[in-house]
């Protein structure tokens, strides 16, 4: 049976769903963040997940467990965002020798649950939040929007839809991605050193020491193949913010475009698929020892809207006033 249900975790109110075999904890309060994600069948947790986490201790590092939805994502170089109709000046909250904005604020508000429902085919929840003048950020960016989360949970997985629209009179910077934080290892009992991934990617963006794009396009070295092939490790190794342009790639002789995390002991894999409105994978492990890797699909390159480059290649772009857009991901096990 299909169930959603409102409940305690921790101190942290949140939404259960059950569906499928799968289960999924949504916490509106962190951002709408789905704190854990868990195919109960086959024994594979898909999220960095402590079950001993409390709100305090969630929101103090929000980008680094679940599934967090960031707006606006990554860095913009000493603050500084450029629209095609004003100059925004963000605070800088990543400090030297970086000093640039990173990661904007959407990931760390409390957000509104429209419903949860479950019928005989799935179970569901719709959140929302209203950026205006009462959120402290709109001393930044001046852009009243809208921003909706649907999460549906069924036999195949999880489902989720992300929604901006602007609420505003100006053009608002779209520039999205999830810092999507895959549990290592995925699969229970099994060992890091076990694990694969398979990403489609293109040219890698070279960045600088302070984690921009240097505007230089790379062609793919043999570390960087090891993605394309399925056979790179994506732990026990230090993987620090490697940013790609993403392709399509087959699997099951069908289209792909996501992402593949495996257990080539076990067979179990995590297929991580996107919208086409993700246009890069950035690759980051924290270091590679402490328990998860992140596959983070952006629409936009770092710095994307303040660099000298066609928006065609950097994935940036605006909504006009009253235009919504939404982007799609999907997360399921093959075994």
């Known amino acids: 049976m299909n169930t959603t249900q409102m409940m305690q975790w921790g101190n942290m109110p949140c939404v259960r769903l059950n569906a499928g075999g799968y289960t999924a904890l949504i916490a509106p309060d962190l951002g709408s963040n789905v704190i854990r994600l868990r195919d109960e069948t086959n024994g594979v947790e898909f999220f960095r ?77 719709k959140t929302e939040y209203l950026f205006d003048e009462r959120d402290p950020f709109f001393e930044y960016l001046p852009i009243r929007f809208k921003a909706e989360f649907c999460f549906t949970l069924s036999a195949d997985g999880l489902q989720y839809e992300f929604t901006l629209t602007n609420l505003s009179d100006k053009q608002m910077p779209i520039s999205v991605a999830t810092h999507t934080t895959i549990n290592s290892p995925f699969v229970e009992g099994a060992k890091e050193i076990d694990e694969r991934v398979t990403v489609p990617i293109g040219k890698r963006c070279l960045l600088n020491e ?61 297929c991580y698929t996107v919208g086409e409105e993700y246009k890069f994978w950035i690759m980051w492990n924290d270091k590679g020892f402490n328990g998860y890797f992140c596959p983070e699909p952006m629409s936009a390159m770092i710095d994307a809207p303040n660099l000298d480059l066609p928006a065609d290649l950097t994935g940036y772009r605006e909504l006009a006033p009253n235009e919504s857009t939404t982007f799609h991901q999907h997360f399921r096990t093959v075994v």
């Open 49 to 125: 997940f402590k079950d001993t986490n409390t709100y305090d201790e969630l929101i103090h590092s929000a980008e680094v467990w679940g599934l967090p939805t960031l707006y606006l994502p990554n860095r913009f170089a000493d603050g500084v965002l450029k629209t095609s109709d004003a100059v925004y000046h963000l605070p800088v909250n990543e400090s030297a020798p970086y000093n640039n904005h990173i990661h904007g604020f959407l990931h760390k508000r409390p957000h509104t649950i429209v419903e949860h429902k479950a019928d005989e085919n799935s179970a569901w929840c």
């Open 210 to 270: 302070r984690c921009l794009p240097t505007l230089e396009m790379a062609e793919l070295d043999v570390p960087d193949f090891e993605y394309r092939s399925g056979n790179r490790c994506p732990v026990l190794q230090n993987i620090d913010n490697e940013m790609y342009f993403a392709e399509h790639m087959l699997f099951n002789d069908e289209d792909y475009y996501g992402i593949i995390a495996e257990d080539i002991e076990s067979g179990k894999k995590i």
